[in-house]
């Protein structure tokens, strides 16, 4: 459990998480990554660019 | 064989491709592109480590350079440079479908609204507009009167970045409500599914639902064609059904997600995908 950067409540990471991995936040909805497993840290994902892929 | 992956958000499409070559003892290198510098004559230490570097960035710009300089460093990389170059665009795009004679949809560009406006007007009502670059049917516009485009065209003019002053005009497609999504490794299909919406967007993206779709020997055809069209890879060909014509080809995407395609399918991409790279490598090396 951690938790988010955003609105501060707690966020529940899978037992697998790794970093550069986009999560969402269960209360706020923000979508948060992960830069850093051990021990987790959180940080609010980059906006989208212009120019996504796909 | 050691995969580098290449990428700025591991979204599930990447965790299931990260969780799949790990599972097999695949040493796995993950690149994050937003930390990679790229010189001209040496790789990045841990890219030259790589006997595959696997594109998953998002972002258009990223992709285009990062596979050009990976390619230039003699590593295989898949998406390679030429194909992306050729998917990123939707103009080079249909470019590509059509000199290869793969049914695609009516499609002129133009540089000017004025001109813009005469193909819209020639093309007949409803009709689409669409940006160069772009995804997830963001942007894209059926214009359904003469009022629209004009105040359509006017907005793209004025607010709309330099990609937006290339004005791609393409026929609107009467399809039975869905459309299709193939994804496919150098033209073999891996999984295929219809998407289906009220939305003339049918975008997974979007909110369609999706259906397996089991391809016929037209779609197949076609699904290679496109495929070898712009210079394979791990391809997402988007197809739409014509009725009595058949086919038509809409557009490859060199970035494809897959996700959708596993939940709505029996198929396990991220496996297939490994499975194409596990026999592509040992192929690309001895080359
Ligand atoms: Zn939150």
């Known amino acids: 459990m951690v938790d988010c950067p955003e609105c501060g409540g707690s966020v529940t990471l899978h037992d697998d998480a790794e970093t550069g991995e986009i999560i969402d936040c269960g209360t706020c909805g923000a979508e948060l990554e992960v830069i850093g497993t051990d021990p987790v840290e959180l940080e609010t994902a980059p906006e989208l660019e212009e120019d996504w892929g796909e | 064989m050691r995969v580098g992956v290449l990428y700025s958000r591991i979204r599930r499409d990447e965790k299931l491709l990260l969780n799949e070559l790990r599972s097999r003892d695949h040493e796995v290198a993950k690149l994050d592109v937003r930390k990679l510098r790229f010189a001209l004559d040496e790789p990045p230490a841990e890219l030259a480590e790589c006997d595959v570097v696997l594109d998953r960035c998002l972002a258009t710009s990223r992709s285009l350079y990062a596979s050009q300089f990976v390619d230039s460093y003699g590593v295989p990389v898949v998406n390679g440079p030429e194909t992306a170059e050729v998917c990123a665009d939707k103009a080079k795009n249909s470019l590509a479908l ?48 003469r009022s629209a485009a004009e105040a359509i065209l006017e907005h793209k003019a004025t607010l709309g970045h330099y990609e937006h002053k290339v004005f791609y005009v393409q026929e609107f497609v009467e399809k039975p409500g869905r459309d299709i999504r193939v994804v496919a490794t150098d033209g073999e299909p891996v999984a295929a599914m219809t998407r289906t919406s009220d939305h003339w967007l049918t975008n997974a993206a979007k909110g ?17 064609r496109a495929s070898e069209a712009v210079g394979g890879g791990l391809l997402g060909v988007d197809l739409m059904e014509t009725g ?44």
């Open chain 2, 98 to 145: 059509s000199n290869a004679g793969v049914p695609t949809p009516r499609t002129e560009v133009a540089f000017t609204k004025e001109t813009a406006m005469e193909i819209i007007e020639d093309f007949g009502y409803p009709c689409v507009l669409k940006p160069v670059v772009g995804s997830w049917g963001r942007l894209m516009a059926k214009i359904d009167s």
């Open chain 2, 208 to 224: 369609a639902t999706a259906e397996p779709f089991e391809l016929d020997d037209e779609a197949l055809d076609l699904v290679e």
């Open chain 2, 244 to 287: 009595e014509s058949g086919y038509t080809v809409h557009e490859v995407n060199h970035t494809v997600e897959f996700k959708a395609l596993s939940d709505a399918t029996d198929v396990d991409v991220a496996a297939r995908v490994v499975d194409w790279l596990e026999t592509k490598v040992p192929a690309e090396v001895s080359a």
